[in-house]
């Protein structure tokens, strides 16, 4: 195991929506992310979320209201909560969820990705 | 659920190794310390560590080498690894580990913390 330098790991991939797999720890993954536009609204069904803006600024969209989080903040999606990720500028953020967790959640769209990539 | 802000958490307590949880998820907890000077030698039987320098810079001595995480690093000690955090000067950090985790794992100290305070 060798430490991971979070910047010069963004560094490494430039498309969207495409969590990368940087760490894994006690059958849960942290991901990076890089996000810009409308992400697909959807929900998992066991899994919590939490997302940790390193750059940027993200909106996570519930049905009842806007999260906005900026640098250096982060919010836990429960399971079962709709979301729907939303950054109008790209935004870097870091994922710390369980080895299951599906991308889209319960949903299957253009931005499913299967296999992530560990970089 | 609220978003948490890093830095706002930071200003909310001075002691130093003394873990404050400030999100849960899956089982797991992240948590916010302080860390300056040595900790005690550990290892924790059934959990990976993963420690995050928000500020400062965090040496983490294992028995063979030592890692030197700065801002924006992250190290995964994995379970049964031996360990010891250092920080010269103080330093910010993030943990995420299961919710069982003691601090000083196998070694009772003035350092262990059995209940920590969520903020």
């Given at each position: 195991?060798?430490?991971?330098?979070?910047?010069?790991?963004?560094?490494?991939?430039?498309?969207?929506?495409?969590?990368?797999?940087?760490?894994?720890?006690?059958?849960?993954?942290?991901?990076?992310?890089?996000?810009?536009?409308?992400?697909?609204?959807?929900?998992?069904?066991?899994?919590?979320?939490?997302?940790?803006?390193?750059?940027?600024?993200?909106?996570?969209?519930?049905?009842?209201?806007?999260?906005?989080?900026?640098?250096?903040?982060?919010?836990?999606?429960?399971?079962?909560?709709?979301?729907?990720?939303?950054?109008?500028?790209?935004a870097h953020v870091l994922l710390?969820?369980?080895?299951?967790?599906?991308?889209?959640?319960?949903?299957?769209?253009q931005h499913t990705v299967e296999?992530?990539?560990?970089?």
């Amino acid at each position: 195991m060798e430490k991971v330098n979070l910047l010069e790991k963004f560094s490494l991939f430039d498309d969207y929506w495409s969590p990368k797999i940087v760490g894994q720890l006690n059958g849960q993954q942290v991901k990076l992310a890089k996000l810009k536009g409308e992400f697909v609204w959807h929900h998992h069904e066991a899994e919590d979320e939490l997302f940790l803006v390193v750059r940027g600024r993200l909106v996570i969209r519930l049905r009842e209201r806007d999260v906005v989080l900026e640098e250096g903040e982060f919010f836990i999606v429960p399971r079962g909560v709709e979301h729907q990720p939303v950054a109008k500028e790209q935004a870097h953020v870091l994922l710390f969820e369980p080895q299951s967790t599906l991308n889209t959640g319960n949903v299957r769209s253009q931005h499913t990705v299967e296999n992530l990539d560990a970089i």
